[in-house]
């Protein structure tokens, strides 16, 4: 059986609050595909039912939900269904079964007027191929969904001035894009995203087409828009390393399912299955696991002179003020009463076993 940690209960209505709510989603392609919901032969491997039907699993009995201001990454290997997903979202692709609520309305019952309303003025995607209009300047391609809403150019232009500054492309809005670097044509693509204001943001692998340097650059930039903005934001991925470092909670897919959802240091810490275990293997853990997962319990005979730390800390962020101090460090959760302690044998069986750990 598959192991999903952190599943939202399925109990039919989404959660109110709730900035997206996946429950149900299927998406088989090939013909009867809807017929198969429901039958033994939905329970068939992918690769049995595509021998059986003829039909292929792209999402299978998907359920999420993302709060708001959460970035929420899907991660897996090529095939795994991500991408499939992710379109389904938007209905791009068209589901075959199941419920997408984006704030509070549910898409898939949403008509072709409703739909395009939500895509121009709720959703923004960011894809791979940045799908830049070659004929037009930095400006106005940023510009280019207020165009299409019908407004007015002087005032496009001047919201796409203020994202353009935002993304860090002041000096290039009469550039056209052939002459900028592939981060540059990225940063593009994420200020056209940005400038309807969408209360959703997706990404589809955006920068698994760019250079491992302007690539990091590219995460960091979604990370400060993150803070600054506080959008919501899906991101999907193939690199673990990526899911990590821009994750609030990850979600990992294989052959259309879920496997696990839960937060970095959950996913790293506690593995829900071998696939998983696989996955992150080669993680530094000093730098994802936080004090929750290195702690004991507090004993009578504690000192209280150490160090308070928070229990979401990560363990090589405490190291160095941990192993400096003569008394073991206080974990406290969100309301500041001690719930576990940390000595410095804690920190170096990670720490050490890390550096110690073959390459």
């Given at each position: 059986?598959?192991?999903v940690v952190?599943?939202?209960?399925?109990?039919?209505?989404?959660?109110t609050?709730?900035?997206?709510?996946?429950?149900?989603?299927?998406?088989?392609?090939?013909?009867?595909?809807?017929?198969?919901?429901?039958?033994?032969?939905?329970?068939l491997?992918?690769?049995?039912?595509?021998?059986?039907?003829?039909?292929?699993?792209?999402?299978?009995?998907?359920?999420?939900?993302?709060?708001?201001?959460?970035?929420?990454v899907?991660?897996?290997?090529?095939?795994?269904g991500?991408?499939?997903l992710?379109?389904?979202?938007?209905?791009?692709?068209?589901?075959?079964?199941?419920?997408?609520?984006?704030?509070?309305?549910?898409?898939?019952?949403?008509?072709?007027?409703?739909?395009r309303?939500?895509?121009?003025?709720h959703?923004?995607?960011?894809?791979?191929h940045?799908?830049?209009?070659?004929?037009?300047?930095?400006?106005?391609?940023?510009?280019?969904?207020?165009e299409?809403?019908?407004i007015?150019?002087?005032?496009?232009?001047?919201?796409?001035?203020?994202?353009?500054?935002?993304v860090?492309?002041?000096g290039f809005?009469q550039?056209?894009?052939?002459?900028?670097?592939?981060?540059?044509?990225?940063?593009?693509?994420?200020?056209?995203?940005l400038?309807?204001?969408?209360?959703l943001?997706?990404?589809?692998?955006?920068f698994?087409?760019?250079?491992?340097?302007?690539?990091r650059?590219?995460?960091?930039?979604?990370?400060r828009?993150h803070?600054e903005?506080?959008?919501?934001?899906?991101?999907i991925?193939?690199?673990?390393?990526?899911?990590?470092?821009?994750?609030?909670?990850?979600l990992?897919?294989?052959?259309?399912?879920?496997?696990?959802?839960g937060?970095?240091?959950?996913?790293?810490?506690?593995?829900?299955?071998?696939?998983v275990?696989?996955?992150?293997?080669?993680?530094?853990?000093?730098?994802?696991?936080?004090?929750k997962?290195?702690?004991?319990?507090?004993?009578?005979?504690?000192?209280?002179d150490?160090p308070?730390?928070?229990?979401?800390?990560?363990?090589?962020?405490?190291?160095?003020?941990?192993?400096a101090?003569?008394?073991?460090?206080?974990?406290?959760?969100?309301n500041?009463r001690?719930?576990?302690?940390?000595?410095d044998d804690?920190?170096?069986?990670?720490?050490v076993?890390?550096e110690?750990?073959?390459?």
């Amino acid at each position: 059986m598959t192991a999903v940690v952190d599943q939202p209960e399925q109990t039919g209505a989404a959660t109110t609050d709730a900035a997206l709510s996946v429950r149900g989603l299927w998406k088989i392609f090939g013909s009867g595909a809807e017929k198969i919901i429901g039958t033994p032969d939905a329970e068939l491997s992918r690769a049995d039912l595509k021998q059986k039907t003829g039909c292929v699993v792209g999402v299978k009995d998907v359920s999420f939900e993302v709060a708001p201001g959460e970035v929420f990454v899907v991660m897996g290997l090529s095939g795994s269904g991500k991408s499939t997903l992710v379109r389904c979202l938007t209905r791009l692709i068209e589901p075959t079964a199941g419920e997408v609520v984006i704030d509070g309305r549910d898409i898939t019952k949403a008509g072709a007027g409703d739909l395009r309303e939500l895509r121009r003025t709720h959703t923004s995607m960011v894809f791979q191929h940045f799908g830049l209009l070659p004929h037009k300047q930095v400006i106005d391609n940023v510009a280019f969904g207020l165009e299409i809403r019908g407004i007015s150019k002087k005032e496009r232009r001047a919201r796409a001035g203020e994202i353009v500054d935002l993304v860090g492309l002041t000096g290039f809005e009469q550039s056209y894009p052939d002459q900028l670097s592939g981060g540059m044509q990225q940063r593009v693509g994420l200020a056209r995203a940005l400038a309807n204001d969408p209360s959703l943001l997706l990404f589809d692998e955006p920068f698994s087409a760019l250079d491992p340097l302007i690539r990091r650059d590219m995460q960091n930039e979604v990370i400060r828009l993150h803070h600054e903005l506080g959008k919501t934001m899906v991101f999907i991925t193939h690199d673990l390393q990526e899911a990590l470092k821009l994750g609030d909670r990850i979600l990992i897919m294989r052959d259309g399912e879920m496997v696990q959802v839960g937060a970095p240091d959950e996913v790293v810490a506690a593995p829900a299955d071998d696939y998983v275990r696989d996955f992150v293997s080669d993680v530094p853990r000093s730098h994802v696991l936080t004090l929750k997962w290195v702690m004991r319990d507090p004993r009578p005979d504690d000192s209280m002179d150490g160090p308070v730390m928070k229990a979401d800390t990560i363990v090589r962020q405490a190291a160095k003020a941990a192993l400096a101090s003569d008394h073991p460090v206080r974990v406290v959760d969100e309301n500041d009463r001690v719930v576990g302690i940390v000595d410095d044998d804690a920190i170096l069986r990670v720490v050490v076993a890390e550096e110690e750990a073959p390459a």
